[in-house]
């Protein structure tokens, strides 16, 4: 019913940025909060940062004044402006949205497919 793609992954060395992209579709009403997880190695799925549809945002410590989340509703899309990374960002990054379908009006959780981001030099 609805796909979520993220897009922007890869290798940077330490200091560097990375920008994720995930978008939304298919049968769509609107969509509440949107987010970012991320998995390492070894350890459980933790939040990195959420949005609400009216643009509250809410970050993981961890990432406080290095990471950048935003969204644009107009495309069903978010965004995670990742700066200054550290080899302990290393993780498979997940987006996340609470969406109301078209139609039936449920309210649904998605996951996207995951991408990685490798922070290493």
């Known amino acids: 019913q609805v796909q979520l793609v993220e897009s922007g992954g890869g290798l940077v060395q330490p200091g560097g940025s990375l920008r994720l992209s995930c978008a939304a579709s298919?049968?769509?009403?609107?969509?509440?909060?949107m987010g970012w997880y991320r998995q390492a190695p070894g350890k459980e799925r933790e939040l990195v940062a959420d949005i609400t549809r009216g643009g509250s945002t809410n970050y993981a410590d961890s990432v406080k004044g290095r990471f950048t989340i935003s969204r644009d509703n107009a495309k069903n899309t978010v965004y995670l402006q990742m700066n200054s990374l550290k080899p302990e960002d290393t993780a498979v990054y997940f987006c996340?949205?609470?969406?109301?379908?078209?139609?039936?009006?449920?309210?649904?959780?998605?996951w996207g497919q995951g991408t990685q981001a490798t922070v290493s030099s």
């Open positions: 996340y949205a609470r969406v109301v379908l078209s139609a039936s009006l449920n309210v649904n959780d998605y």
């Open positions: 298919g049968r769509i009403f609107s969509i509440g909060v």
